[in-house]
């Protein structure tokens, strides 16, 4: 291809993505009455994009069934091992445990971290305190670091930024702009737990979190409401939220499963021609993939219906 003819290629690509950036500037749309968009497709499933902010929303209705039952599932299904309120570094073994195994080049993304950024998500104090250390201490100190976040987010729940200036977004509150706000009140304390996410299974890192998990079910037990977002994140996500809720139909049964998945995306703040131009790729493997996502979520929800 001619010099020429290359440049003004890479030239339209940017102009898209820049084109693109700036249609998902704006608010965010509703998604409509989970009702109306089942009815016209069930199991329904949606995504929206803002910036690096990436959202996907998943809709079941399940028809004559037991909306307690779907409630009392929603509740119980949580991510992982609980924390101890306050937890030691003891008290964090289950933690280590579940986040295993570790594979070779999961491991040497910790102990290759020689400069910032890491190949995990740390802030350059964070990672100084790792690459100072000698290879085979890294992670080791890489634990210490998690636990720190964690202890602090239970004092403050703040989430601070890692590679990139801002700290993370409120995956909540971004939720109720689009018309997902529960009827049932969020409770106040945070409870972490453990979780160990394979998004893309086999093509990228195994995401290492901790969570915020908290849930909620209504006084009739017929709805329940579940709120995550993470205290730390290893990989690919400067922030992450998740929302689940059991909605009971107008005869007091006939749950509907409503599932949203909000991810801050950090390859999407890049600024570099390459990531630039892939934008759009990368948002359509979020979207694939986040629903794919959500699809699992559901189907262990099933599995404890009883």
């Not at 102009?15 to 704006?26: D, E, F, I, M, P």
């Not at 239970?154 to 977004?169: A, H, S, V």
């Not at 409770?187 to 093509?203: A, C």
Request: with cysteine; aromatic share 10%; hydrophobic share 40%.
């Amino acid at each position: 291809m001619p010099a020429r003819a290359l440049l003004c290629g890479v030239i339209l690509a940017i102009g898209l993505g820049l084109s693109a950036l700036r249609a998902n500037a704006g608010e965010w749309e509703t998604f409509g009455a989970p009702e109306e968009l089942v009815a016209k497709r069930n199991p329904w499933s949606g995504f929206q994009s803002k910036d690096a902010i990436l959202m996907v929303v998943r809709m079941e209705r399940r028809t004559g069934e037991s909306c307690a039952s779907w409630a009392r599932a929603l509740a119980e299904e949580v991510p992982g091992p609980k924390l101890d309120s306050k937890p030691s570094m003891t008290g964090w073994m289950p933690v280590w445990k579940h986040w295993e195994p570790w594979s070779e080049d999961d491991r040497e993304s910790v102990s290759g971290c020689s400069k910032f950024p890491c190949g995990v998500k740390v802030n350059p104090v964070e990672g100084k305190s790792i690459y100072a250390l000698p290879e085979p201490e890294r992670f080791q100190k890489f634990l210490e670091v998690v636990k720190e976040r964690g202890a602090r987010y239970l004092k403050t729940q703040e989430r601070k930024e890692y590679e990139f200036p801002g700290d993370p977004i409120e995956p909540w509150s971004e939720l109720e702009k689009v018309g997902l706000k529960p009827a049932s009140a969020r409770p106040q304390e945070p409870v972490l737990f453990s979780k160990r996410v394979e998004f893309i299974k086999g093509e990228l890192h195994v995401i290492h979190q901790i969570v915020d998990f908290r849930s909620a079910v209504s006084a009739s037990g017929t709805e329940a409401a579940v709120w995550q977002r993470d205290a730390y994140t290893d990989h690919y996500f400067d922030g992450w939220g998740e929302l689940g809720l059991v909605k009971c139909g107008a005869d007091g049964k006939s749950p509907t499963l409503i599932q949203a998945l909000v991810l801050e995306f950090d390859l999407l703040k890049k600024k570099d021609i390459v990531s630039v131009i892939s934008r759009s790729n990368m948002k359509s493997g979020i979207e694939k993939h986040g629903k794919i996502y959500l699809e699992e979520w559901a189907e262990r929800i099933k599995k404890r219906v009883r």
